[in-house]
């Protein structure tokens, strides 16, 4: 049962419009959600993250928004560039929570920008 | 050169063989990770520790065994009875903030 759902598979965005991933969660214990950014055979890398005492979290391009009574989080990027293509992952835990602190992933939105 | 290395880059491996990948990090973290990725799946977490000599099971443990003897080392062995390695390998560290940081990775094939 997957706890961490990322229900579309791919995306295409044109370049300088925005991107807007989506990620669903079903355990109430989460409070911290990360997004990890993948290209093929590199590990991933760590984008941008929130709190669940926040609803939002910007840092450049990348905002986070986070709906905790949908369990619902989103990824905006503003303007999407081509170097964005690449695969989304996002990940949940509870953050300071021992064994439940280890993350648990999404299986990933591949994001094409279009030049 | 900090960070978490990862070696080697892809492997190649005959069925019936066991096979270590190695994870070495030199950011003084106590938690260390293993995950694997295959098309169109997420990250799935095979092994895990929070501290020297102690490691964890994680949802895919079956067919692989760790060591976690040195804080900056954490060996994972493919062994000839998971059905199914080829896979590429990921490794990561947890910082304070629970963010997790990876290693590049490496692509076992098996021939």
């Known amino acids: 049962d997957q706890q961490v759902k990322q229900n579309s598979p791919s995306l295409s965005v044109q370049e300088g419009r925005i991107s807007i991933l989506n990620c669903d969660y079903t355990n109430s214990m989460f409070d911290y959600f990360l997004w990890y950014k993948k290209y093929p055979a590199e590990g991933p890398t760590f984008l941008i993250s929130i709190s669940s005492i926040k609803d939002k979290n910007e840092d450049g391009r990348f905002t986070v928004f986070l709906n905790k009574s949908a369990k619902h989080l989103s990824l905006h990027i503003v303007p999407s560039q081509p170097g964005d293509s690449a695969v989304y992952f996002c990940a949940a835990s509870v953050r300071y929570g021992g064994s439940q602190g280890n993350l648990i992933f999404g299986k990933g939105t591949k994001l094409s920008v279009k030049p | 050169d900090g960070g978490i290395t990862q070696s080697p880059k892809y492997l190649f491996r005959k069925e019936g063989q066991n096979v270590t990948l190695s994870c070495e990090q030199n950011?003084?973290?106590?938690?260390m990770y293993w995950y694997r990725q295959d098309p169109g799946q997420g990250l799935r977490l095979i092994y895990y520790?929070?501290?020297?000599?102690?490691?964890q099971k994680g949802d895919i443990a079956e067919g692989y065994s760790v060591s976690r003897e040195k804080k900056e080392s954490f060996p994972l062995t493919v062994t000839s009875a998971q059905k199914n390695p080829t896979a590429f390998y990921l490794c990561a560290i947890k910082d304070r903030d629970n963010e997790q940081f990876f290693g590049p990775g490496t692509r076992l094939t098996v021939l």
């Open positions: 520790s929070q501290i020297v000599n102690d490691f």
């Open positions: 950011l003084n973290h106590d938690a």
